[in-house]
């Protein structure tokens, strides 16, 4: 029998557009700022529910032991986009006004999927980089998500508590007002907008000094501004403005498969959710921007359901890092938390290497093609989304790209399958997952001072650190003098891996 298609009369285009819609799968990948492995329903978490999280979960597989492969966000970020360990570039917490650090002519996730003959977007918070280091807002901003193979792009530059505090669509700034040029500042005051040391008055969240500079919608940022007003974001429209980029993204593109990678700005401070989740958790703001959080998530979902889209999308949910309360402003995260416990029982968090630092919570769903639902302990990394993700489209990599990556398609589709045997784990050193051992080669380097107080400089890193994750998942028992042995296996590892050549820029 003909396709009702072609009995009506639909051009060729048309059905193969069709078959396209019904063959191969769509692919988002919610991408969260810094939740914790707790701090989602369906993970235990205490004081704000996450409705549209859970049921994701219900439909697919929960992760238990799933990590970003770095413990802050730029590391992170740069690893599942090219497949390769931060340090391999020295990707680290970038400022503002930061060049964009994964070069060009990488290879790159997004290309994969263009490769394979998806639309590709990117939508949110990027902290990448932008341009050579020499950005001038007022003309178009390149190179950019644009350049490493996505072809559309909404974005915070770099992030919430930076500046330039404006959007960024595609090359261009929104919104600017061509006689009210921006220019930004990280050295010295710029312009005439009110600084958090000088007016706390003015503040919805008094701050740290490093987030004391220039004040946009009563919250002091990293960084000076000056000119760009007619620009400028309102931090309680993040859920709207970015919600409804990614819907008319999936809306246009209903026909075609397409990759969007959705990397939220919550629950990154500052932390300012909309009025319509205010007092929706009983942890403030903290808690407030979570429950945002999944209902952003839950209208994206919303949308591929309207379009007759879900069961044919790869839906990945996770976090780029562990944990914090307190990130430079005084919102009573801490004060408020209650019985809630965001790292979900295990130590550290963002910043640290122990395990809350980059066990973050995952779900995959998949109708179409997940066989065994439920709850999996497969060891996985996020940098392993490259090389699996390209085996889901059918792109064979070439030597020497994603080297860091490994092709986990069955476990993200079958929660009975195994993950990794060994994982890097990066944060300001290198830790190490064998089996039920993991290893922390000693820090002897030095860290900002604002990292005083979040689990990094608390004496124990100058110390090779070695647990027993089967009985100590809480890592309180060091073990590397009663196995020397082992910490010398497991440091020969870790030092074979960073020995490995990084992708060449001239190949």
């Known amino acids: 029998m003909l396709p009702v298609l072609a009995i009506m009369g639909c051009n060729h285009v048309t059905d193969i557009a069709a078959e396209n819609k019904n063959s191969r799968p769509n692919v988002v990948i919610f991408y969260v700022d810094d939740l914790g492995y707790g701090d989602v329903g369906s993970y235990g978490a205490i004081g704000v529910n996450t409705p549209n999280i859970d049921a994701l979960a219900a439909d697919g597989i929960r992760f238990t032991d799933a990590h970003s492969s770095a413990a802050t966000c730029t590391p992170s970020r740069y690893s599942l986009l090219t497949g390769q360990y931060a340090f391999r570039n020295n990707a680290a917490i970038l400022p503002g006004d930061a060049p964009l650090i994964i070069e060009p002519n990488m290879p790159t996730l997004p290309k994969v999927f263009k490769?394979?003959?998806?639309?590709?977007?990117?939508?949110?918070?990027?902290?990448?980089?932008?341009?050579?280091?020499?950005?001038?807002?007022?003309?178009?901003?390149?190179?950019?998500?644009?350049?490493?193979g996505f072809d559309y792009s909404f974005l915070l530059p770099a992030t919430g508590d930076r500046v330039p505090t404006v959007y960024l669509e595609n090359h261009h700034v929104v919104g600017l007002d061509m006689n009210d040029p921006i220019k930004i500042s990280y050295k010295a005051k710029i312009g005439t907008r009110p600084v958090g040391t000088e007016q706390p008055k003015l503040l919805k969240q008094t701050a740290d000094l490093q987030h004391s500079a220039s004040i946009v919608n009563g919250i002091s940022r990293i960084g000076w501004m000056a000119g760009g007003t007619s620009a400028e974001w309102v931090d309680e429209d993040f859920?709207?403005?970015?919600?409804?980029?990614?819907?008319?993204?999936?809306?246009?593109?209903?026909?075609?498969?397409?990759?969007?990678?959705?990397?939220?700005?919550?629950?990154?401070?500052?932390?300012v959710p909309n009025k319509m989740f205010q007092g929706k958790s009983s942890m403030g703001v903290r808690g407030d921007a979570i429950a945002q959080m999944d209902w952003?998530?839950?209208?994206?979902?919303?949308?591929?359901?309207?379009?007759?889209?879900?069961?044919n999308t790869l839906i990945i949910f996770s976090s780029d890092n562990g944990p914090v309360l307190d990130d430079g402003y005084d919102d009573l995260a801490v004060q408020k938390l209650g019985q809630h416990d965001p790292s979900g029982a295990f130590r550290g968090g963002k910043y640290s290497a122990y395990e809350a630092g980059t066990r973050v919570p995952m779900i995959?769903?998949?109708?179409?093609?997940?066989?065994?639902?439920?709850?999996?302990?497969?060891?996985?990394?996020?940098?392993?989304?490259?090389?699996s993700l390209a085996s889901?489209?059918?792109?064979?990599?070439?030597?020497?790209?994603?080297?860091?990556?490994?092709?986990?398609?069955?476990?993200?589709?079958?929660?009975?399958?195994?993950?990794?045997?060994i994982m890097l784990e990066e944060s300001f050193t290198l830790a190490i997952r064998e089996g039920q051992w993991k290893y922390i080669a000693p820090f002897s380097g030095t860290t900002p001072t604002w990292l005083a107080n979040k689990d990094i400089e608390n004496g124990l890193m100058t110390k090779p650190q070695?647990?027993?994750?089967?009985?100590?998942?809480?890592?309180?028992?060091?073990?590397?003098?009663?196995?020397?042995?082992?910490v010398n296996k497991l440091q020969a590892k870790i030092d074979a891996i960073v020995a490995k050549s990084r992708f060449n820029k001239g190949s």
């Open 364 to 387: 995959v769903t998949y109708p179409n093609k997940i066989t065994q639902k439920g709850d999996s302990d497969a060891l996985i990394s996020h940098i392993d989304f490259y090389r």
């Open 239 to 271: 859920p709207f403005v970015f919600t409804n980029k990614a819907k008319q993204f999936i809306a246009n593109n209903k026909n075609a498969p397409f990759m969007l990678f959705f990397p939220f700005h919550d629950i990154h401070v500052p932390r």
């Open 296 to 311: 952003m998530t839950g209208q994206i979902i919303a949308e591929l359901k309207k379009q007759g889209l879900y069961d």
């Open 392 to 421: 889901l489209v059918g792109i064979t990599l070439p030597k020497g790209e994603a080297i860091d990556s490994k092709n986990l398609l069955p476990a993200l589709f079958d929660a009975n399958q195994d993950g990794r045997e």
């Open 466 to 486: 070695l647990f027993n994750l089967n009985k100590d998942i809480t890592e309180q028992v060091n073990l590397a003098q009663q196995h020397p042995e082992l």
């Open 115 to 148: 490769q394979a003959g998806y639309n590709t977007a990117v939508v949110g918070k990027w902290h990448l980089g932008l341009g050579d280091g020499f950005v001038d807002w007022n003309k178009a901003v390149k190179p950019g998500p644009l350049e490493l």
